[in-house]
């Protein structure tokens, strides 16, 4: 019904730059919020930002000022710029949507997760 699909992680070295998009296709009336998470070993899931469908933005204080999140309503797609990368950026990023889908149904999706590597 719903699909979130992500691409663009990979391997970079610190100090390094990477810009993730994820687009979101199927049965949409609308998308509220897009968001990306973060999930690095042994560690929980944590939120990296958001953007409401009017654009207002909020970020985890570790990323602030280096990652910037944008999105096109029109292309039901998010991405993430992601510069200055650290080590300890590395994690498996995954995509969410809270979405209201045509049978009026809202719920969350999430990707399938893209590797994000940063080495020292």
């Known amino acids: 019904q719903v699909q979130l699909v992500e691409s663009g992680g990979g391997l970079v070295q610190a100090g390094g730059s990477l810009r993730l998009s994820c687009a979101a296709s199927?049965?949409?009336?609308?998308?509220?919020?897009m968001g990306w998470y973060r999930q690095a070993p042994g560690k929980q899931r944590e939120l990296v930002a958001r953007?409401?469908?009017?654009?207002?933005?909020n970020y985890a204080d570790s990323v602030k000022g280096r990652f910037t999140i944008s999105r096109d309503n029109a292309k039901n797609t998010v991405y993430l710029q992601m510069n200055s990368l650290k080590p300890e950026d590395t994690a498996v990023y995954y995509c969410?949507?809270?979405?209201?889908?045509?049978?009026?149904?809202?719920?969350?999706?999430w990707g399938q997760g893209t590797q994000v590597t940063v080495s020292s």
């Open positions: 953007i409401t469908s009017g654009g207002s933005t």
């Open positions: 199927g049965s949409i009336f609308r998308i509220n919020v």
């Open positions: 969410n949507a809270n979405l209201q889908r045509t049978d009026f149904v809202f719920r969350d999706y």
